[in-house]
């Protein structure tokens, strides 16, 4: 029998230092990120209100808010599904800031304005 593959949420890494994200809105950047798998299936995260605040934990009206303030800060993207019109499909954007954030301990909000610690 096949292993199964794994299942994993990469979310921008960014998200770890953003003091203007709410627990809900990272518990909603994961459960797309889970969906979307970078990208893996070629189409982005296309799951229901319903199922994603049900893997949250949190009600529509919530999961709404927290979809609406991650567009707004361009963690993710959202747009028509390509074969099915009535879809919603979201997608994770991860930026070069991702890996500047890591790797020069930059402090302050994703928004480009950061310091280095050296």
Same mark, same amino acid.
């Given at each position: 029998? @096949?292993?199964?593959?794994?299942?994993? @949420?990469? $979310?921008? !890494?960014?998200?770890?230092?953003?003091? +203007?994200? +709410?627990?809900?809105?990272?518990?909603?950047?994961?459960?797309?990120? @889970?969906?979307?798998?970078?990208?893996?299936?070629? $189409?982005?995260?296309? @799951?229901?209100?319903?199922? &994603? !605040? %049900?893997? =949250?934990?949190?009600?529509?009206? #919530?999961? #709404?808010? #927290?979809? #609406? +303030?991650? %567009?707004?800060?361009?963690?993710? +993207? %959202?747009?028509?599904?390509?074969?099915?019109?009535?879809?919603?499909?979201?997608? =994770? $954007?991860?930026?070069?800031?991702?890996?500047?954030? &890591?790797? %020069?301990? $930059?402090?302050?909000?994703? /928004?480009?304005?950061?310091?280095?610690? /050296?």
């Amino acid at each position: 029998m @096949a292993e199964p593959k794994p299942i994993y @949420a990469p $979310i921008p !890494a960014r998200a770890m230092g953003d003091k +203007t994200l +709410t627990g809900e809105d990272l518990r909603v950047l994961m459960a797309l990120a @889970a969906h979307d798998r970078l990208g893996a299936n070629g $189409i982005g995260c296309y @799951a229901s209100h319903p199922r &994603l !605040a %049900a893997l =949250v934990g949190c009600h529509i009206k #919530s999961l #709404s808010r #927290s979809l #609406s +303030t991650l %567009a707004r800060k361009q963690y993710i +993207t %959202a747009g028509p599904h390509p074969l099915n019109g009535r879809l919603r499909v979201y997608r =994770v $954007i991860y930026s070069e800031f991702d890996g500047l954030y &890591l790797k %020069a301990g $930059i402090v302050s909000s994703p /928004r480009y304005q950061f310091s280095i610690n /050296r």
